[in-house]
C-alpha cells in the first residue's frame, strides 16, 4: 500500500526498505565509516510543492539507523546535503530521472565534500534506489 | 551529374567520388554511431590537392572534413553534404635519415606498413598505438597513445616537422618549437580544427629484435598501481600494458534488477626488448614487484609484438562485433583518485557490456607530453582507464546513460577525456575540458580556419559569421 510522501510512516517505511535490501548493504558497507555519512535531502519547494521539505538520514556501515522528516532544510547532523527542486526528486523516486545523472550535471546540489560522495558512487545509487523502492503517494 | 564534380575533378590528381560511389564505410566510422552523407569524398594524391582541396571548399561555401583510418567514434572521420577528404590515399614513405633516426611520411601512411618499412633498419616509431591499422595523420591529430607512452609521451610529441593546409588553404612547414610552434601544437592533438597535415617526420628509435613479456595478474587496484609508480620510475621495462578483466560472479541487484557482476582482476604485460641470446634475468626484472599471480612468459620476435593486437581484432572481426557501436569511453585519470574511480565503476559494471571489447589501463608520465591540447589532469603519474564495448545497436538506449555517467564520473573526479571515443559534451563541458587552452585553441581555429571549414559537428569552437554553410 503506498505511504504518503513527506510523513513518518514513509520516512519508517524508507528505513525498513534500506536495512532489507542487500544491494545496499553491499554497496554501502564503507560508507559512513571513519567519516560522517548522514545524508540530508532537502525537497525545495517548487511548482509541485508548496513548502520545503528535508529528510534526514543517519547511515553507516550499509544500514540506515534513522530516518525522519525534519524541519529546517539545513542540520548540524548533517555530512552531506543533496539538495533540489522538489519535482526533480519526484522524477528520481519514479525512476524517470537517474539520480546519478542529477549529481554529475549539477542539477541536484551537493553539500559536503563531494569527492567523498563521489567516491561511493555505488552506495549512493544503492540508496536512491531503495528510496524509489518505498511506495509512494503523493500528495 | 552534381554541377561542382567537374570543377572539382578537373583541380586534382586524385579521385573525387560522389554519393553513388560510395560504400557505407564512408557515412560512417568505428563508432557507428553516426552515418553522414558528404557531397564529394577526395582521395587526394598529392600536396597539392589537399591544397586545391580546401581552396575549392573555401569558394564553394563546403565544410571540408578529414579522415585517416576512421577510427575516431563521434563526429569525425565523417561529412554532412560537404567533402570528406580521405587521406589514406596519401601513404608514401617519403624519406628516411638513419643516422637522425627519423622518416618523413605521407599522412595517410597506416602504422603497421611503417613498421615493415623500417624493420629491415631496426627502427621503429618511438610509440605506436595499439591498433596499427590506423594513420599517422589521424593519430597525430588526437594524440596518439600506445604501450611506450609512458615514456615517450604521445606519437604527437615524436613528430618533429609538418607540412600542413590550412583551413585558409595555404601551406605551412611547422615543428615544435621555432616560429610557427603554435601552429604545430594546434595540430597535434587539435582534431583537425585548424590544419591538415600532409608530411610528417617522426623520431625512430632503434629496437632489438626479441621482445620477452611478463603476464602479470593483481587482484586488486592498488597494488597493480603501486606496482605501476615502480614500473614507471626504473627504465627496466620497454612497454607496458593492462587491463581489467572479469571474473563473473553470478548475479546482483543493481537499481533492482539482477545481473551480472565480477570479480575484476588487474593483468599487466610489461615487455622488455632483448638481443638474440641474451634474454633478460628473469628475477632481477621482476624484483620488487608485487603481483597476485605470475601467469605466462612470452618471447617474441618484437616485429610481432607491435602486431600483438591483429589477432585479438581478427576475433572481433570474425565474431562480427566489429560492426557493432564502438562508443568507447576512454580518460585520464589523476593518480589520487583513480582507484576509487575505477572500483566505483567496475564495481556495477556487468561483464556482459564488454563482449567484444575490454576494460583498458595504462598507467602515464604527465610530463612525457608536451601537447597543449592532449589534455590530462596535472601531476607525475595518471592512469588511463577506458571502457571499451561493441554494441549490438539495438542495446544502445540501454547502454548509453551508463557510459555517459561513468564519463561524467570521472570528470568530476577531475579525469580529462580522451576524445577519440563517443563524447557527447555540451558547449560548457567542451570548454571545461580545454581549461585555460580552450581561448587559445578557438584563437588558432579563428586564425588558421578563418571560415571555420574545417571538421565541423565535434568540438564547438566559435568561429566568426560567415563561416562555412552548408550546401
Excluded at chain 2, 601513404?91 to 637522425?100: G, I, P, S
Excluded at chain 2, 568507447?328 to 556487468?350: F, G, T
Excluded at chain 2, 607530453?369 to 589532469?377: A, D, E, H
Amino acid at each position: 500500500m503506498a505511504v504518503r510522501f513527506g510523513t513518518a510512516d514513509w520516512a519508517a517505511a524508507l528505513k525498513q526498505e534500506i536495512n532489507g535490501s542487500s544491494e545496499y548493504r553491499n554497496a554501502a558497507d564503507k560508507w559512513g565509516v571513519g567519516f560522517n555519512g548522514n545524508l540530508l535531502f532537502v525537497f525545495e519547494a517548487d511548482e509541485e510543492a508548496p513548502q520545503d521539505r528535508s529528510l534526514m538520514l543517519r547511515l553507516s556501515g550499509g544500514s540506515c539507523q534513522d530516518a525522519e522528516f525534519v524541519d529546517a532544510n539545513s542540520h548540524p547532523d548533517a555530512g552531506f546535503v543533496l539538495r533540489g527542486p522538489a519535482r526533480l526528486w519526484r522524477e528520481i523516486l519514479q525512476r524517470k530521472t537517474m539520480a546519478a545523472t542529477a549529481i554529475l550535471t549539477g542539477k541536484l546540489k551537493v553539500e559536503g565534500e563531494r569527492m567523498q560522495l563521489l567516491k561511493h558512487t555505488a552506495a549512493n545509487r544503492a540508496l536512491i534506489h531503495c528510496t524509489a523502492s518505498v511506495e509512494t503517494g503523493w500528495d | 551529374m552534381d554541377r561542382l564534380y567537374r570543377p572539382l575533378e578537373e583541380k586534382l590528381n586524385g579521385v573525387v567520388l560522389t554519393p553513388d560511389q560510395l560504400t557505407s564505410d564512408h557515412q560512417t566510422n568505428f563508432g557507428r554511431l553516426h552515418h553522414w552523407m558528404p557531397r564529394f569524398v577526395v582521395q587526394p594524391k598529392t600536396h597539392q590537392d589537399v591544397v586545391e582541396t580546401v581552396r575549392f571548399a573555401r569558394e564553394h561555401g563546403l565544410f571540408l572534413s578529414t579522415r585517416g583510418a576512421a577510427h575516431s567514434q563521434s563526429e569525425l572521420g565523417i561529412n554532412r553534404d560537404g567533402i570528406l577528404l580521405d587521406m589514406k590515399s596519401m601513404d608514401k614513405v617519403l624519406a628516411l635519415d638513419q643516422q637522425a633516426q627519423t622518416v618523413d611520411v605521407e599522412a595517410g601512411v597506416v602504422w603497421r606498413n611503417l613498421v615493415h618499412y623500417l624493420k629491415k633498419y631496426s627502427l621503429v616509431p618511438r610509440v605506436l598505438t595499439n591498433n596499427l591499422g590506423v594513420t599517422v595523420g589521424g593519430t597525430v591529430a588526437m594524440a596518439g597513445i600506445g604501450v611506450a607512452s609512458f615514456k615517450y609521451g604521445s606519437q604527437g610529441d615524436n613528430v618533429l616537422e609538418m607540412d600542413v593546409v590550412t583551413g585558409a588553404g595555404e601551406t605551412v612547414t611547422c615543428g615544435p618549437d621555432g616560429p610557427e610552434e603554435e601552429l604545430f601544437w594546434s595540430v597535434v592533438a587539435g582534431l583537425g580544427q585548424v590544419a591538415i597535415a600532409t608530411r610528417l617526420r617522426l623520431q625512430l628509435r632503434r629496437f632489438k629484435p626479441m621482445t620477452r613479456t611478463y603476464y602479470l595478474l593483481y587482484d586488486d587496484i592498488h597494488p597493480f598501481l603501486s606496482d605501476s609508480e615502480k614500473i614507471m620510475d626504473d627504465s627496466r621495462w620497454d612497454h607496458i600494458e593492462s587491463w581489467s578483466s572479469p571474473c563473473p560472479q553470478g548475479l546482483k541487484p543493481v537499481d533492482g534488477h539482477r545481473q551480472p557482476f565480477a570479480k575484476w582482476f588487474f593483468p599487466y604485460h610489461l615487455t622488455v626488448e632483448y638481443e638474440e641470446g641474451s634474454p633478460p634475468d628473469d628475477v632481477a626484472m621482476l624484483a620488487g614487484l608485487t603481483p597476485y599471480d605470475n601467469l605466462y612468459t612470452d618471447d617474441l620476435p618484437t616485429i610481432d609484438f607491435f602486431e600483438r593486437m591483429i589477432p585479438v581484432f581478427e576475433l572481433w572481426k570474425k565474431a562480427g562485433t566489429w560492426e557493432f557501436i564502438h562508443p568507447w569511453m576512454e580518460c585520464v585519470l589523476p593518480w589520487n583518485i583513480a582507484a576509487d574511480c575505477i572500483n566505483q565503476i567496475l564495481v556495477d559494471l556487468s561483464p556482459g557490456i564488454l563482449i567484444g571489447g575490454h576494460i583498458l589501463l595504462w598507467p602515464a608520465k604527465g610530463p612525457s607530453s608536451r601537447s597543449r591540447l592532449f589534455m590530462r589532469p596535472e601531476g607525475e603519474n595518471l592512469v588511463g582507464f577506458g571502457i571499451l564495448p561493441a554494441i549490438p545497436p539495438k542495446y544502445w538506449d540501454q547502454v548509453r546513460p551508463i557510459l555517459e555517467n561513468a564519463s561524467r564520473l570521472c570528470v568530476a573526479m577531475g579525469a580529462k577525456r580522451y576524445l577519440s571515443g563517443y563524447i557527447d559534451f555540451t558547449q560548457e563541458e567542451w570548454e571545461t575540458h580545454y581549461g585555460d587552452k580552450w581561448d587559445w585553441f578557438a584563437g588558432c581555429k579563428n586564425k588558421w580556419d578563418p571560415d571555420g571549414l574545417l571538421n565541423p559537428g565535434f568540438v564547438p569552437l566559435r568561429v566568426p559569421p560567415g563561416a562555412a554553410r552548408k550546401g
